[in-house]
């Protein structure tokens, strides 16, 4: 009877296992002769890195006194901004369009009705940049090729950075210290790890802000200084209470 009943318990927390597998990133063991009473600590862990990848914005703006023309104007410039940025290296796929507008210029003058007396069209260009020593290099390529808006860079890191598991690691052994402290306070000891749940790795990006340069404006290659990311991990552990 007393085996039957552990196979029950067995055969349940298989199935929920199962059932929560695909709503967050959970690991659920259930040692033999485990015990019923836990304790469950959340711990975190911290880790600086330095940026991996960045994102750049490049944008035109044209305008005139028809709408098609002035939406084409853009959409040629926007073209040779795509491929100055290949030239300079920026792969196919880490470049996107963002954005493509046209609006009517009206003259509100007093005492008149608004009138269309042109129109302003813009094409933006996102690019995220896996070598981000040239980001320079692609800023100058963009400008000459007819940028007249560009925006960024923000800094981020890759989801294959050793930092996030660093600071998964970390916040781990946190828990672990957490639970020992609960645990010796209760006249107990911590066993076995029953389940981890990772609550989320924050990576909050490092934003230049606007860098747009004129057309006017002498190209050249600007200097762009990373610096570095705080990388934070949250978990949850349910150790086993001995």
């Known amino acids: 009877m007393r085996n039957r009943t552990w196979l029950v318990l067995a055969i349940a927390l298989v199935v929920g296992a199962l059932a929560l597998g695909g709503c967050t990133t959970k690991v659920v063991t259930a040692p033999a002769g485990s015990a019923l009473n836990t304790v469950t600590a959340t711990g975190e862990g911290k880790a600086v890195a330095a940026p ?123 828990a672990r210290a957490r639970a020992d402290v609960m645990a010796k306070a209760a006249g107990k000891s911590v066993g076995a790890v029953l389940s981890i749940s990772e609550a989320g790795v924050s990576v909050p990006p490092i934003y230049y802000g606007d860098m747009a340069r004129s057309a006017t404006e002498a190209s050249g290659k600007v200097p762009i200084e990373a610096g570095t990311l705080d990388v934070t991990a949250s978990v949850t552990v349910v150790f086993e209470l001995k």
């Open 52 to 174: 991996d990848q960045a994102e750049m914005n490049f944008g035109v703006t044209t305008t005139g006194t028809e709408a098609k023309k002035t939406l084409d104007d853009a959409a040629k410039k926007a073209d040779a901004i795509i491929a100055a940025l290949k030239k300079a290296g920026v792969a196919k796929e880490d470049i996107q369009t963002s954005g493509v507008n046209l609006y009517p210029q009206q003259d509100y003058s007093e005492g008149k009705t608004p009138r269309i007396t042109g129109y302003q069209a813009s094409v933006q260009v996102r690019v995220t940049m896996k070598d981000i020593e040239k980001i320079g290099d692609v800023i100058a390529a963009g400008t000459d090729a007819g940028a007249n808006e560009v925006y960024g860079p923000t800094f981020t890191l890759s989801e294959k950075s050793a930092s996030r598991a660093d600071a998964i690691d970390k916040a781990v052994t946190d």
